[in-house]
Nanobody, 121 residues
Framework: QGRLQESGGGMVQAGGSLTLSCVHS????????MGWFRQTPGNQREWVAS????????FYSDSVKGRFIISRINAGQGMNLQMNNLKPEDTGIYYC??????????????WGQGTQVTVYS
């Protein structure tokens, strides 16, 4: 079935940028879409962005639209999340996710371990 592995988290000053990566490994990968979720302090996990592995069509939550860019890498075996103009409220654990059939938040059922992003003012 394989696994998802995130990388690229860290600490950055508000207004700065970070790029997260997620790569699938360990088996055939036929899921329809990949996405990013985050869990910010005191809140439930929320959807951030998702992308179709075949077409590259991307979708964003209102809170990150215009600042974050999701893209495919490694011929669809992974994805990046370029995060620009970061704000302290973007602080949280970012999870890579994969879904077999769609791009809605409820379609995602495979998860990475998460990577910490901390934005300080």
């Amino acid at each position: 079935q394989g696994r998802l592995q995130e990388s690229g988290g860290g600490m950055v000053q508000a207004g700065g940028s970070l790029t997260l990566s997620c790569v699938h490994s360990g088996g055939a990968y036929s899921d329809y879409g990949m996405g990013w979720f985050r869990q910010t302090p005191g809140n439930q996990r929320e959807w951030v962005a998702s992308i179709s592995r075949s077409s590259g069509n991307a979708f964003y939550s209102d809170s990150v639209k215009g600042r974050f860019i999701i893209s495919r890498i490694n011929a669809g075996q992974g994805m990046n999340l370029q995060m620009n103009n970061l704000k302290p409220e973007d602080t949280g654990i970012y999870y890579c996710a994969s879904g077999q059939y769609g791009l809605r938040p409820s379609d995602f059922n495979s998860w990475g371990q998460g990577t910490q992003v901390t934005v300080y003012s």
